[in-house]
């Protein structure tokens, strides 16, 4: 038993390569997106599908800790807005050039995923998800009542915006912005998943005491995948509030929370496309509905009951099954 774990976990740890069909696919749903603004040309489309594009990127790095990690953390939507706030308090307050809170704004995530990841991620199941959505509360409340410095409830308005060449940055150049941010975190997430910290995360997922046994350093293990995992949706909160040219706690709200907690359960853990299709269908669906975000929520949470039902293995698997099906028909033609 444990000489077939251990031979499981050194599997894991090989590396594997990027299939050529894959790097194919998102090389031309990237085209698709970049040339999108072309058809999409109203104003309000534009925006949803910007919000869309970050909630994708946020939802990556979510499915990222849940899916590959085995976290269940619900501490995103704060540091999302650590991210926003960290961007948008430099840019608007102390006059810093919007590009350089870039990384200021991503590197105070990081920071305080590593702060709260230590004593945090010792616990497990409920009590991680109990411990890390404390943590959002407390961030929801430090938003409303700093008001010195978060600017409440109100939030902060006329964050100057991106400039390139002297020139703003607004409407369908800021959706391209919010793309090569999509494209990056895809990149990253992915390489790291086909490191040998991914594969570590991976057996450490699987079997816990295999992967120490083959001296894998588990907390530490995880605190990385964590902490990436925060840099991802620092860069998320940058995109919003550059977008938006304004940041209020509703970014930190319950219903943000676990809107995006379901969109990653009706995406299938540990699927990337899953999380992608997912944060479509909940993202747009609704929306054009004319649903409010309550309502969202609701439609999101009824969504995850039949896919659970359905799909257990989420849209991610769906279309799995179905690219397997598509794989094994017989072939036809007269030859």
């Known amino acids: 038993m444990k000489a077939a774990a251990d031979q499981e976990v050194r599997r894991l740890l090989d590396r594997p390569s990027w299939p050529?069909?894959?790097?194919?696919?998102?090389?031309?749903?990237?085209?698709?997106?970049?040339?999108?603004?072309?058809?999409v040309t109203n104003g309000y489309h534009l925006?949803?599908?910007?919000?869309?594009?970050?909630?994708?990127?946020?939802?990556?790095?979510?499915n990222f800790v849940i899916g590959r990690i085995g976290l269940f953390s619900l501490s995103h939507a704060a540091f999302l807005g650590v991210g926003g706030y960290v961007a948008a308090i430099l840019a608007?307050?102390?006059?810093?050039?919007?590009?350089?809170?870039?990384?200021?704004?991503?590197?105070?995530?990081?920071?305080?995923?590593?702060?709260?990841?230590?004593?945090?991620l010792?616990?497990?199941?409920?009590?991680?998800?109990?411990?890390?959505?404390?943590?959002?509360?407390?961030?929801d409340v430090f938003a409303?009542?700093?008001?010195?410095?978060?600017?409440?409830?109100?939030g902060i308005t006329n964050i100057p915006p991106l400039t390139l060449f002297g020139l703003p940055l607004r409407g369908p150049w800021m959706y391209e912005v919010a793309v090569l941010a999509l494209l990056l975190s895809a990149l990253v997430l992915e390489n790291v998943r086909l490191s040998r910290l991914g594969r570590a995360i991976l057996a450490a997922r699987d079997n816990e005491a295999a992967a120490a046994a083959a001296g894998i350093d588990i907390p530490r293990t995880q605190l990385a995948g964590y902490v990436?995992?925060?840099?991802?949706?620092?860069?998320?909160?940058?995109?919003?509030?550059?977008?938006?040219?304004?940041?209020?706690?509703?970014?930190?709200?319950?219903?943000?929370?676990?809107?995006?907690?379901?969109?990653?359960?009706?995406?299938g853990l540990g699927?990337?496309?899953?999380?992608?299709?997912?944060?479509?269908?909940?993202?747009?669906?609704?929306?054009?509905?004319?649903?409010?975000a309550a309502q969202q929520v609701l439609t999101a949470g009824v969504l995850v009951l039949l896919v659970v039902l359905?799909?257990?293995?989420?849209?991610?698997?769906?279309?799995?099954?179905?690219?397997?099906?598509?794989?094994?028909?017989?072939?036809?033609?007269?030859?």
């Open 92 to 120: 608007q307050r102390h006059g810093v050039e919007p590009w350089l809170t870039l990384p200021l704004a991503m590197a105070a995530s990081m920071a305080i995923a590593g702060l709260i990841g230590v004593p945090v």
């Open 310 to 335: 359905l799909f257990p293995r989420g849209l991610g698997g769906l279309v799995e099954d179905i690219e397997a099906r598509w794989r094994r028909r017989p072939a036809t033609g007269d030859g």
């Open 228 to 267: 990436l995992s925060a840099a991802i949706t620092g860069l998320a909160g940058w995109v919003y509030s550059f977008f938006h040219l304004t940041l209020n706690p509703f970014v930190l709200s319950l219903d943000i929370t676990f809107l995006w907690l379901f969109i990653v359960l009706v995406g």
């Open 47 to 62: 925006t949803l599908a910007t919000n869309v594009i970050v909630t994708m990127i946020l939802t990556f790095s979510l």
């Open 20 to 39: 050529a069909r894959r790097v194919a696919v998102w090389a031309a749903i990237v085209a698709v997106l970049l040339l999108a603004p072309l058809v």
């Open 122 to 139: 010792r616990l497990r199941g409920f009590f991680l998800a109990v411990a890390t959505l404390a943590f959002t509360l407390f961030a």
């Open 271 to 292: 699927s990337m496309r899953g999380a992608a299709l997912a944060s479509i269908l909940l993202g747009v669906g609704p929306e054009m509905l004319g649903f409010a």
């Open 144 to 154: 409303r009542q700093a008001t010195d410095i978060t600017g409440g409830a109100y």
